[in-house]
């Protein structure tokens, strides 16, 4: 691939790599795919309509894939969209006409719009379409009134805490945390003393060379602290995984699609299947973004992930469900 | 000259009614400025409480309303009052009995933020 491609975005971020405002760069492809793989600092870029140039490279015949959705708002039935039924249904489709059917799926964040036990239920029966796995880490949403009972109920059974835990699929360490709890006055996301000790200790065993996947729902990176866009205590938590040569951190939260590397560390934000929010700071509040019905789906999305043994960082294509 | 009298007589009782719509509805408006002491609206709009500062004097309810598409809550710092999760349109009501500065948040969105001076 050459820069003369026009669907072809290149950034480098090795010049930038330990700048903490040079990441503040990233990248929104509402209503595009997008296929990225980060090579030894340099992410490339590249729209789906192009897929087809890449051929027999490393992304298309990865050893593991999975795939995100996030931030279903099931019980959500305002202008924005007054179907996310219908779009979740449109998510499981588009992961069901995948060419290379993911091994199970993450889930982070933002089941339910009001934490109501039927909107728990729908979104189950919905995504029992895909046959696949569901990996789950609670949103805001999920957690509301019941600080969360239900939600480990359901789906926080051998969880640890508010719901944290890890697990390994084919080498790849994924550890879902939970940021969404115990939240302060003026602050943002928090994971806490407790959860932030089991990590150390969590990945502590772990060799360098063990790619990790990391997964919650409020972005462990300052997207936009002014909409509450970050972490309070990422930091702390991205410390632990500095030995590591490859680490992805996949979250929800902010529907829309963005980038970011940093160092070893690829930051990932999933679109929603229910409704877009605005960029940072381009509306009054990130309340939910009405957009024509026919548009609509072209800003919704779900996002795959392919591991290739070997290589530097995992592959991520956003598709939407246009 | 007979038929001016006739006219005046007529008009009395117009301007005695007259006078006493006047004074009722004055009486009206100062029995609902007397509730305003005691009822105060909060709104939020827009992730923000309108208004964010709010002082009143004890005894005063505080009706917060939420008028965002998304759902948020009301909760005190000092767990001083805790509203359930607010959908769109839902109210939350609180009596503030002590003196004291009640800073609040919304426990969904903490970047919104407001206070109620209790005087």
Not at chain 1, 27 to 39: D, E, I, K, Y
């Amino acid at each position: 691939m050459t820069k003369n491609v026009k669907d072809e975005i290149l950034h480098d971020h090795n010049q930038d790599g330990i700048d903490r405002r040079g990441f503040l760069k990233c990248m929104a492809w509402a209503g595009t795919g997008a296929l990225c793989v980060m090579q030894g600092g340099v992410l490339k870029s590249y729209s789906l309509s192009r897929l087809s140039d890449l051929g027999g490279s490393a992304a298309a015949a990865g050893e593991l894939s999975f795939v995100q959705i996030s931030d279903s708002h099931m019980g959500f039935n305002k202008p924005a969209n007054p179907d996310v039924a219908g779009t979740l249904k449109a998510a499981v489709d588009k992961i069901n006409a995948l060419s290379k059917a993911p091994e199970f799926l993450l889930h982070t964040g933002d089941i339910s719009h009001l934490s109501k036990p039927e909107e728990f239920d729908t979104v189950d029966q919905i995504l029992k379409a895909t046959g696949k796995e569901v990996f789950f880490v609670p949103g805001e949403h999920d957690v509301l009134n019941d600080d969360g009972a239900q939600f480990r109920e359901r789906y926080g059974k051998g969880a640890k805490g508010a719901g944290w835990y890890s697990f390994e699929k084919k080498g790849v360490h994924f550890v879902g945390l939970v940021n969404v709890m115990n939240l302060k006055a003026g602050g943002l996301g928090t994971l806490g003393h407790e959860q932030l000790e089991w990590l150390e200790d969590d990945v502590k065993h772990l060799k360098s060379s063990t790619p990790i996947v990391v997964f919650a729902h409020i972005p462990l990176w300052a997207v936009y602290p002014e909409w509450g866009w970050g972490t309070d205590d990422s930091a702390q938590a991205l410390a632990y995984l500095k030995k590591f040569g490859s680490v992805t951190v996949l979250n929800g939260h902010i529907h829309q699609i963005m980038q970011k590397v940093e160092g070893n560390v690829t930051f990932h934000t999933a679109a929603s299947t229910a409704f877009p929010q605005p960029q940072p700071g381009k509306a009054d509040s990130p309340g939910p973004m009405k957009v024509p019905a026919e548009q609509l789906r072209s800003v919704l999305g779900i996002t795959d992930v392919n591991y290739v043994r070997g290589q530097h960082a995992l592959a991520v294509v956003d598709s939407s469900l246009a | 000259m007979r038929r001016r009298v006739w006219i005046l007589v007529l008009a009395a009782p117009v301007v005695a009614a007259t006078l006493l719509l006047i004074s009722g509805a004055r009486g009206f408006t100062a029995s609902a400025e007397q509730a305003q002491t005691s009822n105060v609206e909060v709104k939020i709009d827009n992730f923000s409480f309108g208004p964010a500062t709010l002082t009143v004097a004890a005894g005063t309810t505080v009706t917060w309303t939420n008028r965002d598409d998304i759902p948020h809550t009301v909760v005190s710092e000092d767990k001083a009052f805790k509203s359930k999760v607010l959908d769109t349109d839902e109210k939350f009501s609180y009596t503030f009995t002590k003196p004291g500065t009640y800073g609040y948040f919304c426990s969904i969105h903490p970047k919104m933020t407001g206070k109620v001076v209790v005087q």
